[in-house]
Every structure is written in structure tokens, then in C-alpha cells.
């Protein structure tokens, strides 16, 4: 009855937040037991052909879900739960 | 009425020294300040984000879209790193150059943190000299780099990838909006509090302990180059704005002149020395130059208009 995630991606553009987003989201595929391989983007341009302007993003089967801000682990967890069903 | 008088009462109450006193009261009030109008400036965000703002952007001629670009610059928050894909997004989108740099001059100047501080230890009357002259130098700068003709300038990449600027963005529901401004305005807190603290309490020892008009025969305002003295400190200032402006209204207090202190506000925002090195990915840098150079002017010029008006 579950859509797995097939990828999880954070997009950014080297900055000190979009390091902290990708560690936060690793810990929470982590804690959540998922099997979907946290990837980070650093190619601006792909960024920008998902039609965000603000970095980080935390995009789930290259859908953005999350722009412009780090946000507490839960929140990400709750997310990442969120785009299985 | 001053709304923040019960503040004032416990600061009064807890301090009757006066540099100790100026402490508590500024960084209870700053802490409320922040915290209600970052939360404002969020939810009128999360119905205009940037990707909202450029569709609109883009269908706009070139001085209205100057003007609209600059006011919605105001609810944008900027951080260096959102530099390179705000640039990118923009121009991509078919949205003017120099509508673009409006955008890019206005939103890092005229930030709501800045606001805040300004708001709180200026009074609203500075701060709306501010944003005034803020959005008049965002309008002017993009109108003078679209009229200069620099797509030349700009890092022939960018204009190889076109994209369609009318994004759909998940819809956000009425909780989300108050969890994004909530976690928005938490994580500003969290990365300014300590520079606000050292800036307020900075400020406040000069308060307290430094005579007043001390610092008027070096910065007054018959001193013609404590203006463009102070543009240039402040370009490499900008992680640090939280924490410049505490420390300027006391300085102001000892004499330094409001347009000097305009200016170098101005120029701690807008002017961004990681900001330039970034943009050096999508433009030459004869282009980051002519733009800071342009708003360099417009800042100095603002410098010396207000030094000349508020005596």
C-alpha cells in the first residue's frame, strides 16, 4: 500500500545551511529505516530547472518539497513519511 | 503611547545603571520586535515566494517591473548563498537584467532584520528614510544597468538555458504557512541572536561609558569623508549585520552623523564582499564592479543628502 521513495535529493549551492540540510535528511532516512539513498546536488542549473530560486532544497523523487530554509529533523522526518503514501 | 513603556519599567526596576539599564531594555525589546515581524514578513512570504515573484516578473515592462522588483526585494529574505540561483531563476525566466538587479540591489538592503533593528533603535521615522532611499537606489541602479546594455557581461551560460518561469509549487495549507513562519523566524533567531546580544551590548558600554559627541570631530557632519569611509567598512561586514546596526545607533549618539550612519548601514547590506565572489560564477567581474559601483554611488549619495538634511 506504500509508494517507496525511489531518491531523496538536496540541492544546494555549498553553503553552511545546505551542508546542515543534507546531514539533518541523513540522519532522518536513517532514523526512519528508509532505503532511499540521500544524494547531493550541488549543479545550480538543476536546481534552477525544478523552478526554485532558494537553496536548500530538499527535493523527493526530484520534486521540491522543501525550499529556502533548514528546518528541525522532525519536520524532515514528517516530510520524508509523508511522500510514501 | 510607547508600547514598549513595561519594558522600560523592568528595565528600570531591574538596573538603574545606565549602560547596564540601556541593555536590558534594547534586547528585550529588539527580541520581541524580531520575532513579531519576522513572523509577519514570513507569512506574506509564504503566499509570495520568490518563483510567485518572478512569473509576475516576467510579464512586466521594463520600469514597472525596476519598481516591483525593489518592493517585493523587501519580503525576500537574502542570504549570499541564494545569490547565484535568485540570478539564474531570474534572467532564465526571460526577466530582465536590469529588473533583476533591482531585485538583487533591494532585497539583502532592505531585510527585515535590518528593519527590526533599525525600527527599534533608530524610531520609524529613520527607518523609513531608509527604505525610502533603499528602494529608490534599487530602482535607479536596475534602471541604469538595463539602459547600459551589459548582457555581454554576463557569463554566456546563463542565457544558454531558458526555462519556464511558471512554476507549480506545492499549495501550501493554512497550518503550513504558520509552521514555515514559525520555524522561519525560529531559525533566524537562532543565527542572529548573538551577534544582536554583542552588538546591544557593545552599544551599550558606549552608552554608558563614552562622552557624548566624542565621536564628532572624526565622523560629524561637516566631515565630507567619513561617508565614503564608511561605504567601504562596510562591505565586508555583511554576516555580521545583526550585530553593526546595535553597535552604530550608539555611535550615532556620540556623534556620527545619521547620513554617514545611513550610509554605512546601507552598505553593510547591500554591499556584500562573499556576495560579489559568488556572483563572479554568472559575470564578469567588469559587471559586479559597474553594480557596485552604481549602488556604491546611490549609497554615498544618500550619505551625503541626509547629512546635509538632518542636522
Known amino acids: 500500500m506504500e509508494n517507496k521513495i525511489k531518491s531523496i535529493q538536496v540541492l544546494g549551492s555549498g553553503c553552511p545551511s545546505c551542508h546542515k540540510l543534507f546531514e539533518l535528511t541523513k540522519q532522518a532516512v536513517k532514523e526512519l529505516n528508509l532505503e532511499a539513498e540521500v544524494e547531493y546536488v550541488d549543479d545550480i542549473q538543476k536546481i534552477i530547472s525544478m523552478g526554485v530560486m532558494q537553496v536548500p532544497v530538499l527535493a523527493i523523487d526530484g520534486k521540491p518539497v522543501l525550499t529556502g530554509f533548514v528546518p528541525d529533523i522532525e519536520k524532515i522526518k514528517s516530510l520524508l513519511s509523508k511522500g510514501k503514501c | ?311
Open chain 2, 1 to 311: 503611547m510607547d508600547i514598549f513603556y513595561p519594558v522600560k519599567l523592568l528595565a528600570d526596576w531591574l538596573a538603574p545603571n545606565a549602560a547596564l539599564n540601556f541593555f536590558i531594555y534594547d534586547t528585550i525589546k529588539i527580541f520581541i520586535l524580531l520575532s513579531v515581524i519576522i513572523f509577519i514578513v514570513s507569512i506574506i512570504r509564504s503566499f509570495l515566494p520568490p518563483e510567485k515573484i518572478r512569473a509576475i516578473l516576467s510579464h512586466k515592462n521594463k520600469y514597472t517591473g525596476n519598481i516591483i522588483a525593489s518592493l517585493f526585494g523587501i519580503i525576500t529574505p537574502f542570504c549570499s548563498c541564494s545569490a547565484i540561483p535568485l540570478f539564474l531563476g531570474f534572467v532564465q525566466a526571460g526577466v530582465p537584467l536590469g529588473t533583476t538587479f533591482s531585485f538583487l540591489v533591494a532585497s539583502p538592503m532592505i531585510n527585515e532584520v535590518a528593519l527590526v533593528l533599525l525600527l527599534g533603535l533608530f524610531g520609524w521615522k529613520i527607518a523609513l528614510v531608509y527604505i525610502v532611499s533603499g528602494l529608490i537606489i534599487a530602482i535607479i541602479s536596475g534602471i541604469i544597468i538595463g539602459k547600459l546594455k551589459v548582457e555581454n557581461l554576463v557569463e554566456p551560460f546563463v542565457y544558454q538555458n531558458t526555462i519556464n518561469g511558471n512554476t507549480d509549487l506545492p499549495k501550501m495549507s493554512q497550518k503550513e504557512r504558520l509552521t514555515y513562519a514559525k520555524d522561519y523566524t525560529l531559525d533566524i533567531l537562532k543565527k542572529v541572536w548573538p551577534y544582536v546580544l554583542i552588538g546591544i551590548g557593545v552599544g551599550a558600554l558606549i552608552h554608558g561609558y563614552v562622552p557624548a559627541d566624542f565621536l564628532a570631530k572624526y565622523a560629524g557632519n561637516d566631515k565630507w569623508h567619513a561617508v565614503p569611509l564608511a561605504v567601504l567598512i562596510g562591505i565586508p561586514l555583511y554576516s555580521n549585520a545583526a550585530g553593526v546596526i546595535p553597535l552604530v545607533s550608539a555611535l550615532t549618539e556620540k556623534g556620527v552623523a545619521m547620513g554617514t550612519t545611513l550610509a554605512f548601514m546601507m552598505s553593510v547590506t547591500a554591499l556584500s564582499l562573499p556576495e560579489f565572489m559568488i556572483l563572479k560564477k554568472v559575470m564578469k567581474i567588469k559587471l559586479i564592479l559597474i553594480f557596485a559601483g552604481i549602488v556604491g554611488a546611490g549609497i554615498m549619495f544618500t550619505g551625503f543628502l541626509f547629512n546635509l538634511i538632518l542636522k
